[in-house]
């Protein structure tokens, strides 16, 4: 069956720091990858969509890779603050436009 | 403002009451999708809708049922639920299917 790993333990970085989260998955052909982020209490914010035949996407402090052969989606924050400490969600879609999630991966970014 | 609402947003009932949780966005988006949150699961679909009168299973269908007779509104209905239902729910949107979605604030489900 399909399957999306992301770790669940929490990465504990200090800030200024690229924070790197990864996404795995298996048995799956995804057209596309999502991820979003989200705080305790609250719906997810959507952050970065990179499409199968796209490699690097970039928005300000974010980058996100995605390599199909892998089977791996790597999330990039760079000079991580503590305001970006918050559950990291990856989301995978295919050509029927089903989403399947990943559990998230909690961020914490010390001062 | 451009936004995803859902009501009620808690709500504790007990098993076989029918309860219909809204859901409603101004900004209009064809994609509509029902989630269910539960600890160490994620976020699982329920359904999806990907126009007016066009709605398909997600992954956990059973015990759920849809209807998108208007672009704005995808209402979920709990028939008879069980305790097994207890869980958040988000309702989210996206101006086509596979662009970004938008959440809603999540409906907190309690059965008893």
């Known amino acids: 069956s399909q399957k999306i790993e992301q770790n669940s333990e929490a990465l504990n970085i200090q800030e200024g720091k690229t924070a790197t989260l990864t996404c795995n998955y298996t048995n799956y052909s995804p057209a596309y990858l999502q991820w979003y982020r989200q705080d305790p209490g609250r719906g997810p914010v959507f952050l970065l969509l990179?499409?199968?035949?796209?490699k690097e996407k970039r928005k300000e402090r974010l980058k996100v890779t995605f390599d199909t052969t892998l089977k791996q989606s790597l999330f990039h924050i760079t000079a991580s603050q503590p305001a970006d400490s918050a559950t990291y969600l990856c989301a995978l879609g295919d050509s029927s436009y089903k989403l399947i999630f990943g559990s998230g991966t909690r961020l914490l970014v010390r001062p | 403002e451009a936004q995803v609402t859902q009501n009620p947003r808690y709500l504790i009932t007990v098993t076989g009451k029918k309860l219909t949780v809204t859901c409603s966005q101004n900004m209009n988006h064809e994609y509509m999708s029902w989630y269910r949150q539960d600890p160490g699961l994620g976020l699982r679909q329920i359904y999806y809708s990907m126009n007016v009168e066009v709605t398909d299973k997600g992954d956990v269908p059973e015990g759920y049922k849809v209807s998108r007779k208007e672009k704005r509104n995808f209402p979920l209905i709990l028939e008879s639920p069980s305790p097994n239902q207890t869980s958040l729910y988000f309702c989210?949107?996206?101006?086509?299917?596979?662009?970004?979605?938008?959440f809603g604030p999540g409906t907190r489900l309690t059965v008893l």
């Open positions: 989210a949107s996206s101006f086509l299917a596979g662009e970004e979605q938008f």
């Open positions: 990179i499409r199968e035949n796209e």
